[in-house]
């Protein structure tokens, strides 16, 4: 199994600013994932970050939007652009294994 | 394409009574299935996972699942559940050799009563 945390674990931010996610894993891996979680809701991708490439984003999500950062095998970033109180929401990253997926801690974002 | 059902969206059940919670998939290919539960104002974690072999899949905090092919369910049981136990628990399906892609139920809320 793999060891993901996230920075921060909750924040609370202003509507029109952008707050940048870290997620560290203790071992290299070739693919990271960022989801969302709306309050009551189960999780939808965000984007797939592949180390070396571009990153892959589901659709309803655009760059612009969500930036992400997958400068080595055992990191990424993810950034919520220009925030409105509708990007209130837990977003996890993931890493995956032969056969799944195990989960960051999530960071909990209220944007007022 | 896959799909997972959780027909219960909620689950009130006394403590040391036994829970089922049910899940649902289709899928056109193989799958693996997992069970991930998400405790109050945490992330998720991975409770326990049919790859192959024994259909019959436990944890280490007692509970278990069934993968029944011919139904096509993977529900988890546990015989006496504890006050720990409320959390959000979540049914999810991989196609085999798929690691980039995991679909989700809707999640069921354990609830346990005193």
């Known amino acids: 199994s793999a060891v993901i945390s996230q920075k921060p674990s909750r924040d609370i931010c202003q509507r029109g600013t952008s707050l940048t996610i870290q997620c560290q894993v203790d071992?290299?891996?070739?693919?990271m994932f960022w989801y969302r979680q709306q309050p009551g809701q189960s999780l939808t991708l965000i984007a797939t970050a592949n180390q070396g490439s571009e990153a892959t984003y589901e659709s309803g999500f655009v760059i612009d939007k969500f930036p992400i950062s997958r400068p080595n095998l055992t990191f990424s970033t993810l950034t919520v652009s220009n925030m409105s109180p509708e990007d209130s929401s837990i977003y996890l990253c993931?890493?995956?294994?032969?056969?799944?997926?195990?989960f960051g801690p999530g960071t909990r974002l209220t944007v007022l | 394409a896959q799909s997972v059902t959780q027909l219960d969206s909620q689950v009130p059940v006394f403590e040391e009574a036994p829970v089922e919670l049910r899940c649902n998939y289709s899928?056109?290919?193989?799958?693996?299935l997992f069970w991930y539960v998400q405790y109050p104002n945490q992330g998720l974690q991975l409770l326990l996972k049919y790859l192959s072999g024994s259909t019959l899949v436990e944890s280490i905090n007692g509970f278990e699942a069934e993968f029944n092919k011919s139904q096509t369910s993977f529900h988890l049981r546990k015989p006496s559940v504890h006050i720990s136990d409320t959390a959000e628990y979540f049914c999810?399906?991989?196609?085999?050799?798929?690691?980039?892609?995991?679909?989700f139920g809707k999640g069921t809320r354990l609830h346990i009563l005193p």
């Open positions: 999810a399906v991989t196609p085999m050799n798929r690691d980039d892609k995991i679909i």
């Open positions: 071992s290299q891996v070739t693919m």
């Open positions: 899928s056109s290919v193989s799958v693996y």
């Open positions: 993931s890493v995956g294994f032969s056969g799944g997926q195990y």
